[in-house]
């Protein structure tokens, strides 16, 4: 029995002490599925929940009571072996070892499926991180957001949602007359301009200027800037898009905001938030009243001088995120940001959304990683390559997906080279990797899931202690990824697999898949590869979500 089996029988319990008229309690209020916990004590049983205190005062009775009419209900259904009631109305429910072992089989035949859910159904998400300038490498600073948000939005596909990743792409206002004049002057062998961009990359995106356009010396300063913005542009872009593939992170959409000024978007956000009451004219510059929805201070969208401001541009991307028929939009910003969640707000507020539903906005913490070395390409960075090429992609994304993205971070690099229990990312990596070795011997051995066609699984055989741990941990991964999707914490998904890696290695320690020597296969062996293969599964689900890899061999 799953725990989502078990949540919707309870659910039925209560359609049926309402229908029995037992209590009065509207169809509204009955959910479709009821939270379940492991107890932290086990011996307090496999299962349990809390929906007899909530749902007691509407209800209208106390509740030890209603606990009590679906105690009755609950201890009927196939599966369930007893139901306890504790304290002030908690039910706790041990299922029997045959409904409990059912969960591995289940497992299998879910596949990658198992842990995805539908929680976010219906909800149309455009999620907006990174979005790094195009001015040079991506470097540490962005390394949190690109792993943290490529795993949120996996958990959140993961739940049901339809996500559009979004990179959005700084490449309109001063920082990119400074960047082409930066390389311009470097392929004039001048100095590096006042204010401009240092590093041997600056050199390298000149060759490649030169090589698309050997002409380019002989030009005029004036002639030659708008050549090498566009080129040195592309090819700077070009490298960040190949460091984020390098790091395993996909982004749907790679928004220009340059094309949001060309396109007029600036001009008509202004027209339409004027329209709805919310912009108005003082000093010569044209104002949106953000105060009215919660922000320290109006906002200039057009300075006196005509030019727009980059909140102007902010207020037209949001409008097109709007446009485009996303209801929610997530923005993932950094540490040094925090100003920018009221006026992000006020925004939507101005648009007509609801700043509590249509716009959330998370704040990151900075990373450091001991020992890191400045960039010998960029100079004055700390590059995310050089991260990937040192440490590997794998253990880079798995330390920053496993602590909160509020949470100050130093990655210890020591730490992650070790090939130990002590590394979080091995540990759990050698967890799948040894499940499929175990598969591999038991299969060696002559020991198959199916003899003769039919499946060859006996649930009740699963009953060490061991196997109890191993399921239950199992068993508790659906609703972890839920949480982390409701949450926006994909850390819960790599803290649980942590979980269920050391279940696993207790279970392989203690409990043999193929046969000893000359010993016989028998339906036990045959089950428990059944339960390793379960484990294998959720691992790699797991780590899926993580966008980490699932070795076969370690």
């Known amino acids: 029995m799953t725990p989502e089996e078990l949540s919707l029988a309870i659910s039925a319990c209560l359609k049926d002490v309402v ?3 037992e209590i009065a309690l509207a169809a509204a209020d009955i959910p479709e599925s009821v939270r379940v916990e492991r107890p932290k004590n086990r011996d307090h049983g496999d299962w349990a929940t809390n929906i007899a205190l909530q749902l007691a005062k509407p209800a209208g009775t106390n ?5 009590g009419l679906l105690s009755a209900r609950l201890a009927s259904i196939e599966g369930v072996s007893a139901v306890d009631i504790a304290g002030p109305g908690f039910l706790n429910i041990t299922v029997d070892a045959a409904a409990a072992g059912a969960l591995a089989k289940a497992i299998v035949e879910a596949g990658p499926a198992y842990g995805t859910n539908t929680a976010l159904a219906g909800r149309t998400v455009n999620m907006e991180f990174v979005s790094a300038n195009p001015t040079g490498p991506l470097h540490i600073g962005h390394t949190r957001w690109a792993a943290l948000g490529d795993s949120i939005a996996r958990v959140l596909r993961a739940s049901g949602a339809d996500v559009t990743a979004e990179y959005y792409i700084n490449d309109a206002g001063s920082q990119m007359d400074v960047f082409a004049h930066s390389v311009l002057s470097r392929l004039h062998g001048r100095g590096v301009p006042e204010g401009g961009y240092p590093g041997e990359y600056i050199a390298d995106l000149g060759h490649e200027v030169l090589t698309q356009h050997p002409g380019i010396r002989e030009l005029t300063d004036v002639a030659a800037l708008p050549v090498i913005r566009g080129a040195a542009y592309k090819a700077q872009l070009h490298d960040i898009q190949q460091t984020l593939a390098e790091f395993g992170v996909e982004f749907d959409v790679f928004f220009s905001e340059q ?17 709805q009451g919310h912009v108005y004219d003082d000093g010569g510059a044209v104002w949106l009243r953000t105060t009215d929805f919660g922000d320290d201070k109006d906002r200039v969208m057009i300075r006196a001088n005509g030019e727009p401001t980059y909140f102007a541009a902010d207020a037209a991307y949001y409008l097109s995120k709007k446009d485009r028929g996303f209801t929610e939009k997530i923005y993932l910003l950094g540490a040094d940001h925090h100003g920018y969640i009221n006026r992000l707000k006020a925004i939507a507020a101005a648009a007509g959304d609801d700043p509590e539903v249509n716009i959330e906005v998370l704040i990151g913490q900075l990373v450091s990683v001991n020992g890191a070395k400045l960039s010998k390409r960029a100079g004055n960075i700390i590059e995310l390559k050089d991260l990937i090429s040192w440490l590997g992609k794998d253990a880079v994304r798995y330390s920053l997906a496993r602590f909160p993205a ?6 210890d690099p020591e730490l992650l080279k070790k090939h130990s229990n002590e590394n979080p990312v091995f540990y759990v990596q050698y967890a799948h990797a040894r499940s499929r070795g175990a598969a591999r011997n038991a299969v060696a051995a002559g020991v198959e899931r199916r003899v003769e066609g039919e499946d060859a699984f006996d649930a009740s055989l699963l009953d060490h202690a061991t196997e109890n741990e191993l399921l239950s941990h199992l068993g508790s991964y659906p609703s972890i990824v839920a949480k982390a999707a409701e949450l926006r914490e994909p850390h819960r998904v790599a803290r649980h697999l942590e979980v269920i890696a050391g279940a696993y290695h207790r279970w392989y320690d203690a409990c043999r898949v ?3 020597g000359e010993e016989a296969i028998t339906d036990l062996n045959r089950t428990r590869l059944w339960l390793n293969d379960a484990t294998s599964q959720v691992l790699a689900n797991g780590l899926e979500l ?4 699932a070795p076969e061999r370690m």
């Open 546 to 549: 993580l966008g980490v890899s």
């Open 514 to 516: 193929a046969p000893l």
């Open 406 to 411: 509020d949470s100050p971070l130093t990655l």
């Open 259 to 275: 094309e949001l000024h060309d396109a007029g978007a600036i001009a008509d956000a202004v027209a339409r938030l004027r329209e």
């Open 63 to 67: 509740p030890r009571q209603l606990a």
């Open 19 to 21: 229908a029995a008229g």
